[in-house]
């Protein structure tokens, strides 16, 4: 996750949420990240998603390979690889790819129906700091 310096983990996660820092570790098969010289895919990576303020970050830890630009990956598009879901929610049947985790973490936070949290993420485009918003 992130370096505390010796820091009890605990501790650690304690301080962040005072400060308002929600982290996540997804469940992810691949990242690709693409560039103009190349595709990097991560295959089995570890990725962290920090949400500070509302400011999403990702962290990608894993080794890639490589590969020629428009080639890497196993996914239908660049949809289909931000989708750390599993794929069987509501929003994958209207053409959005919103992943379970973000639809449970909207409802939770607005205290509000999974179905609510759906549509607000929709709405938003799946912005979750957006879509939470709009429900309080």
Do not use: C, H, W
Request: aromatic share 2%; glycine share 14%; proline share 4%.
């Amino acid at each position: 996750m992130l370096g505390g310096g010796g820091m009890n983990p605990r501790k650690m996660k304690q301080m962040m949420k005072q400060m308002g820092i929600d982290v996540t570790e997804l469940d992810v098969e691949e990242v690709v990240i693409r560039t103009d010289d190349e595709d990097l895919v991560f295959d089995g990576p570890q990725v962290t998603r920090m949400d500070a303020q509302g400011q999403e970050t990702y962290q990608v830890v894993g080794e890639p390979e490589s590969v020629d630009p428009g080639t890497g990956g196993s996914g239908a598009g660049p949809a289909a690889e931000l989708d750390a879901g599993d794929g069987d929610g509501d929003a994958e049947a209207a053409g959005l790819a919103i992943p379970e985790d973000d639809v449970m973490i909207v409802a939770e936070r607005a205290g509000v129906s999974e179905e609510d949290a759906i549509e607000a993420l929709e709405a938003e485009e799946g912005d979750l700091a957006a879509a939470i918003a709009r429900l309080e």
